[in-house]
C-alpha cells in the first residue's frame, strides 16, 4: 500500500520535476560547465578546462565593476528601503477600498515597457528637460543640472524601477500584522516609535528582507538602466556580462560573471533564512 | 476596599455605525473585583478600550486616582490590559514578552529578571522563561499573558474575555486561580465576559450591559436576585419575563394575564392598576399545577436535557415563551402536550421593561 501510494505520488509530482530539470537546472549546469571552458579564436568555445574565467574577473578593469555594482546596489537598495518601506506600511494601514486602489496604481505601470518608462526619465532628466526647467522656475538651481548620463540618473532610474517590489512584500509583511501587539506595546509603556521599534519592525523584517533582495539582486544586473541613463559612462556587472555575450562574443566568460552574481545571490538568500529564521520568503516569491 | 480608584464619567462613544456607548458611569475602589457582563456588540470591549488609552471617547472622563486620564496616551496610564487573543509578542521570548513593560521603562537588568521569575512563580508557570509562545498551550498563553500584565504593578488590570478561548474545564480552573491572584495582589480588575456562570462566581460588582448603557450595576446576588429589568433578569438568571397588568386583590400585587391573575412579589414602588407589569420568574420555580386548578394554560413545544436540569420550552396562547426546567433526566410530559403553570409569589420578581434604547 505504502510504497504504491509512494509511486503515485511521484507520477504526480512528475511534470514538475521535468519542468525544473529542463528550465532551471538544465540552465545553471550548462552555465556552470561553459564557465570552465576556454574561449575559441573567432566564435564558440574549446572544450578545454580552464580557470581563466575566474581569474580574470580579479582584474582590477572587472573587479572595480564589480565593486562600483556593489556599491550602486546598496545604495539603491537603501533608498528604496527608505521610500518603500513607509510606503507599504500606510497603504497597509488604508481602509481596504482605498488600499486596492492604491495596489493598482502601484501595479499599473507594470503593464507598460519598462523601457519605456525609462525614456520617460530621459524627458525628465536631460538637461532642459522637466526637472531642470522645475527647478530653474521655482528658482533653486539657476542653471540646468544635467542630470542624464550621471550616477544619479542612474541610481534614480534603478530607485524607480525597484521601488515596487519592496512596496509591495513590506505591504504584504504589514497587511498581516496582527495590531493588536502594537496596542499590547503601548499598554505596557511603549511610546508610539518605542512600540513600531520593538514589535512592528521585527515582525515585518521578513517583508522588508524580501523587499531588499527582490532589489539588490537585479539592481546589479538591470544594465539597460545603466545603458540608457547613465549614457555608457557607467558600466554595472549587468552591463558587462551582456557586452561579453552580446558583442565580445565571450561566452565563457559571461558565465563566469554571471555564476559569481548567482553565488552572490545564494549568500543573501542564505542571510534572510538566517535573519527571518523562516525559509519562505514573504510576498512575491 | 472603599477607596475609589477608578472612575468612569457619562462616557459616550460612535462609530461609524453608529453608537456604542451611551453614557455610561461607574466607580471601582481599589482591590475590586468588577465584572462587564454582556452579549457581544453591547460596547464592553470598547469600554476596557477607553480606559486603557486604546479608544477615545466623544464625552465624559476617565479619573484614574483622582487624576482625569481621558486625554493621556495609553503609555501614561498605568493600567495594564490582558488581550483577548493574549497579543504574545510572537518574536520574543516569555521572558521577554513579561519583562517588556519593565525593560521599555529602563529598570536594571537584574531587577527585571527577578520580577519576571516571581511574576511566572505567581501564575504557576515557573522556568517557563525560555519559552518562546508557539511552544505553549492556549492555557498557558494565558497565565504569560497575566504575567506579563501584573509585572508592572498596574494600578487597574482590564481582561477583555481572557477566558474566553479556553475549555471549559481549564476556564474554570483558571477562574479560581484568577480570583486568588487578585485577592493576593490586592489590584482593581474590571473583567469582560458574556458568560454570566463566570461574572456571578468571581466579581464583587456586576455591571450588565446593553446596548451601550449599564442595564443595572451590583452585587452577584443584588443582579440575580433583584434583577432590575427584564433584560438582567433573563440574561443573568436565565428567567422567564411575563408580560401583562398590575391589579390589587386584598393589598396585594397581582399580575393579570388574560383571565387568569397570580400574586407577585410587590416591590413597593406603587404601581398603579391596570398599568403594564413584568414579572421575572426562574426556569426552575414555574410550577405545573394539577388539571382543573386555575393557573396560565401553555403547550409543551420542546424538551431537552442540559447541564443536569431537563428543560421544557412551553409556548403561552398569546405566543410567550416560558421555560421550566426540572432536576432529572425525563418527565412524562411531551411536546404537543397541554398544561397549566403557576409559581410562587415568593419567586415572582416586577421588573422593569426593557429599555428601549
Known amino acids: 500500500m505504502q510504497r504504491e501510494r509512494r509511486g503515485e505520488n511521484a507520477a504526480f509530482l512528475a511534470p514538475m520535476y521535468i519542468f525544473t530539470v529542463i528550465f532551471l537546472i538544465g540552465p545553471f549546469v550548462y552555465m556552470l560547465v561553459l564557465s570552465f571552458l576556454t574561449r575559441a579564436e573567432t566564435w564558440g568555445v574549446v572544450n578545454s578546462f580552464t580557470l581563466r574565467n575566474y581569474e580574470r574577473i580579479l582584474e582590477p578593469l572587472y573587479f572595480n565593476t564589480f565593486v562600483e555594482s556593489v556599491k550602486l546596489a546598496v545604495l539603491v537598495t537603501a533608498l528604496v528601503a527608505l521610500f518603500g518601506y513607509p510606503f507599504g506600511y500606510f497603504m497597509a494601514k488604508l481602509p481596504p477600498k482605498r488600499r486596492g486602489l492604491m495596489l493598482m496604481l502601484v501595479m499599473i505601470p507594470f503593464y507598460t515597457s519598462s523601457l519605456m518608462r525609462l525614456y520617460g526619465w530621459i524627458i525628465v532628466l536631460r538637461a532642459n528637460g522637466l526637472l531642470d526647467k522645475l527647478l530653474m522656475a521655482l528658482h533653486i538651481t539657476s542653471e540646468p543640472l544635467k542630470i542624464l548620463y550621471t550616477y544619479p540618473a542612474v541610481a534614480v532610474g534603478m530607485v524607480y524601477a525597484l521601488l515596487p517590489f519592496m512596496m509591495l512584500s513590506v505591504y504584504s509583511s504589514v497587511e498581516k500584522m496582527d495590531w493588536a501587539l502594537v496596542e499590547a506595546a503601548r499598554d505596557m509603556g511603549a511610546s508610539p516609535a518605542g512600540a513600531f521599534l520593538t514589535v512592528t519592525l521585527p515582525l515585518t523584517m521578513p517583508g522588508l528582507m524580501t523587499g531588499v533582495i527582490l532589489t539588490f539582486v537585479p539592481s546589479m544586473g538591470l544594465f539597460f538602466v545603466a545603458d540608457i541613463l547613465g549614457g555608457n559612462k557607467i558600466v554595472l556587472v549587468g552591463s558587462l556580462i551582456q557586452e561579453q555575450l552580446m558583442k565580445v562574443h565571450d561566452q565563457p566568460f559571461a558565465a563566469a560573471l554571471s555564476v559569481i552574481m548567482m553565488l552572490m545571490m545564494t549568500v543573501m538568500i542564505w542571510l534572510y533564512r538566517r535573519v527571518t529564521g523562516s525559509g519562505e520568503m514573504e510576498g512575491m516569491l | ?357
Open chain 2, 1 to 357: 476596599m472603599g477607596e475609589p480608584i477608578l472612575e468612569l464619567r457619562d462616557i459616550t462613544k460612535s462609530f461609524a455605525e453608529g453608537t456604542v456607548l451611551n453614557g455610561i458611569s461607574l466607580t471601582a475602589d481599589r482591590g475590586e473585583f468588577i465584572t462587564l457582563l454582556g452579549s457581544s456588540g453591547c460596547g464592553k470591549t470598547t469600554t476596557l478600550r477607553i480606559i486603557a488609552g486604546l479608544e477615545s471617547c466623544d464625552s465624559g472622563a476617565v479619573i484614574l486616582e483622582g487624576r482625569d486620564v481621558t486625554d493621556e496616551p495609553p503609555e501614561r496610564r498605568g493600567v495594564n490590559m490582558v488581550f483577548q487573543n493574549y497579543a504574545l509578542f510572537p518574536h520574543m521570548s516569555v521572558e521577554a514578552n513579561i519583562g517588556y513593560g519593565l525593560k521599555i521603562r529602563r529598570r536594571p537588568r537584574a531587577e527585571i529578571r527577578k520580577a519576571v521569575s516571581d511574576a511566572l512563580e505567581m501564575v504557576r508557570l515557573p522556568g517557563y522563561e525560555r519559552r518562546m509562545p508557539s511552544e505553549l498551550s492556549g492555557g498557558q498563553r494565558q497565565r504569560v499573558a497575566i504575567a506579563r500584565a501584573i509585572v508592572n504593578e498596574p494600578k487597574v488590570l482590564l481582561l477583555d474575555e481572557p477566558l474566553g478561548a479556553l475549555d471549559l474545564q481549564l476556564r474554570r480552573q483558571m477562574q479560581i486561580e484568577l480570583k486568588r491572584l487578585q485577592k493576593q495582589l490586592g489590584i482593581t480588575f474590571i473583567y469582560i465576559t458574556h458568560d454570566q456562570e463566570e461574572a456571578l462566581n468571581m466579581s464583587d460588582r456586576i455591571a450588565v450591559m446593553k446596548n451601550g448603557v449599564f442595564q443595572q450595576i451590583g452585587t452577584p446576588s443584588e443582579i440575580y436576585d433583584r434583577p432590575k429589568n427584564a433584560y438582567v433578569a433573563q440574561f443573568v438568571g436565565s428567567a422567564n419575563v411575563l408580560t401583562g397588568t398590575a391589579e390589587y386583590a386584598d393589598g396585594r400585587l397581582m399580575l393579570r394575564r388574560g383571565d387568569v391573575r397570580a400574586a407577585v412579589t410587590d416591590p413597593g414602588t406603587g404601581i398603579g392598576a391596570g398599568a403594564p407589569l413584568h414579572v421575572a420568574v426562574r426556569s426552575e420555580y414555574i410550577d405545573f399545577l394539577p388539571p382543573g386548578t386555575p393557573g396560565f394554560a401553555a403547550v409543551v413545544k420542546e424538551k431537552s436535557f442540559a447541564a443536569g436540569m431537563l428543560r421544557l420550552a412551553l409556548e403561552t396562547p398569546d405566543g410567550a415563551e416560558i421555560i421550566a426546567s426540572r432536576h432529572g433526566i425525563d418527565s412524562e410530559l411531551v411536546p404537543g402536550d397541554a398544561v397549566t403553570f403557576g409559581f410562587d409569589a415568593g419567586h415572582a420578581v416586577v421588573v422593569e421593561a426593557e429599555d428601549a434604547t
